[in-house]
């Protein structure tokens, strides 16, 4: 999927807001200034969420209650180690029921559940280029209600 520009990425993140669901867990993949963020930040306001959606850097989680759901906006970019991952109990997020928006998960590797969905975004001469995919039928639910 082509994503000229900003308002592009937004248009796609207020899209993908309506079909999230419970327990879904969605990758973000992509290099620094992909558009992880940006899209994360239109898909909660998509949901009616009216304050700041800030990257959550050095916080590594933000939460969220939006549009009657459960939101938790990863980034794992400074992540360090498993011990960390308990101290924060970052386990107990991924409960089936919040919907977990994972920016960096490989840098959390094999501690970050399985994605349901997977959004790629690539930086290319002309915006951004976005590939989703489904990993699980709940993950092929949510795209085919996009
Ligand atoms: N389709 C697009 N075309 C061009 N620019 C875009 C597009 N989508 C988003 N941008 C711009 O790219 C930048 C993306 O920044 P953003 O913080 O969302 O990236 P990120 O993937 O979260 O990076 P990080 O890995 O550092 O967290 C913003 O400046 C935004 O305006
Ligand atoms: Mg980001």
Same mark, same amino acid.
């Given at each position: 999927?082509?994503?000229?520009?900003?308002?592009?990425?937004?248009?796609?993140?207020?899209?993908?807001?309506?079909a999230?669901?419970?327990?879904?867990?969605?990758?973000?993949?992509?290099?620094?200034?992909?558009?992880?963020?940006?899209?994360?930040?239109?898909?909660?306001?998509?949901l009616?969420?009216?304050g700041?959606?800030?990257?959550?850097?050095?916080?590594?989680i933000e939460p969220?209650?939006a549009?009657?759901l459960?939101?938790?906006?990863?980034?794992l970019?400074?992540? /360090?180690?498993?011990?960390?991952?308990? %101290? !924060?109990?970052? =386990?107990?997020?991924?409960?089936?029921?919040?919907? #977990? +928006?994972?920016?960096?998960?490989?840098m959390?590797?094999?501690?970050?559940?399985?994605?349901?969905?997977?959004i790629?975004l /690539?930086?290319v001469?002309?915006?951004? %280029? !976005?590939?989703? =995919?489904?990993?699980?039928?709940?993950?092929?639910r #949510? +795209?085919?209600?996009?």
């Open positions: 999927m082509n994503l000229p520009d900003e308002a592009a990425t937004i248009a796609l993140g207020a899209r993908l807001a309506r999230l669901r419970p327990g879904l867990v969605v990758w973000l993949r992509g290099d620094l200034g992909a558009g992880k963020t940006t899209l994360v930040r239109a898909l909660l306001h998509g009616g969420h009216q700041r959606v800030k990257s959550p850097t050095y916080t590594l969220y209650q549009g009657g459960e939101l938790r906006h990863f980034d970019y400074r992540f /360090q180690d498993e011990s960390e991952w308990e %101290a !924060a109990g970052f =386990r107990d997020e991924f409960d089936g029921h919040n919907i #977990c +928006l994972v920016e960096w998960p490989e959390a590797q094999g501690l970050v559940p399985e994605a349901d969905v997977e790629g /690539q930086i001469p002309h915006g951004r %280029a !976005a590939r989703l =995919r489904a990993y699980s039928e709940a993950g092929k #949510c +795209l085919n209600a996009l």
